[in-house]
Nanobody
């Protein structure tokens, strides 16, 4: 079991930066991969970035490469999503999720945090 709690969303202007946090807990976190997803109104939930807890290896969707950075703090059990050069199209509810590294399905989800980017 993995429990996830997001924080850090808010309202910003285009070009601004924002950092999301995902506090993770649970006995299996060391064998997990943690990802950030987002869902805009009327759209499907899409993968944004992911990180393997044990190795720190990362992955990004093309639309955020060079602007977003995912990282983790092992001591604080927290995964961060640093978002720079935000655009109005980044507006969405952002979710933190976790899966076992040997699987592909994310099965543990946080409650989500709203990010709104005004033009």
């Amino acid at each position: 079991q993995v429990q996830l709690v997001e924080s850090g969303g808010g309202l910003v202007q285009a070009g601004d930066s924002l950092r999301l946090s995902c506090l993770a807990s649970g006995r299996t976190i060391n064998s997990a991969a943690v990802g950030w997803f987002r869902q805009a109104p009327g759209k499907e939930r899409d993968f944004v970035a992911g990180i393997t807890w044990s190795t720190g290896g990362t992955d990004y969707v093309d639309s955020v490469k060079g602007r977003f950075t995912i990282s983790r703090d092992i001591v604080k059990n927290t995964v961060y999503l640093q978002m720079n050069s935000l655009k109005p199209e980044d507006t969405a509810v952002y979710y933190c999720a976790a899966r076992h590294v040997r699987t592909t399905a994310y099965v543990y989800w946080g409650q989500g945090t709203q990010v709104t980017v005004s033009s």
